[in-house]
């Protein structure tokens, strides 16, 4: 029912920046869990971060922690994840995801998946 749509990807210099966002149709998404994961080429999706819907943690992996943040709009049908001082190894496609599961880091709890945004960061 509920259907994600990504976009904001692109190619920058180490140090710039990018916003990514994630359009949700087919449904309200407030009361599942909402979160940003990435796939580097030959390796496994990992989170980015992630946020429930219960008391609206957000949780960031340690890699991206101080450089990363995610935040919804207003109307609460749209996820952003902005990336600042962007670092070549942060190199992946992005996706977006939704899931009811209570382990909101484990990208194979989430039942919801966008089509992935490529983020590419050139030395």
């Known amino acids: 029912q509920v259907q994600l749509l990504e976009s904001g990807g692109g190619l920058v210099q180490a140090g710039g920046s990018l916003r990514l966002s994630c359009a949700a149709s087919?449904?309200?998404?407030?009361?599942?869990?909402m979160g940003w994961f990435r796939q580097a080429p030959n390796k496994e999706r990992e989170f980015v971060a992630v946020s429930t819907w219960t008391s609206g943690t957000t949780y960031y992996q340690n890699s991206v922690k101080g450089r990363f943040a995610m935040s919804r709009d207003n109307a609460e049908n749209t996820l952003y994840l902005q990336m600042n001082d962007l670092k070549p190894e942060d190199t992946a496609v992005y996706y977006c995801?939704?899931?009811?599961?209570?382990?909101?880091?484990?990208?194979?709890?989430?039942?919801?998946w966008g089509q992935g945004t490529q983020v590419t960061v050139s030395s």
């Open positions: 087919g449904g309200s998404f407030r009361r599942l869990n």
């Open positions: 995801a939704a899931g009811s599961s209570a382990f909101v880091t484990e990208y194979r709890n989430y039942e919801y």
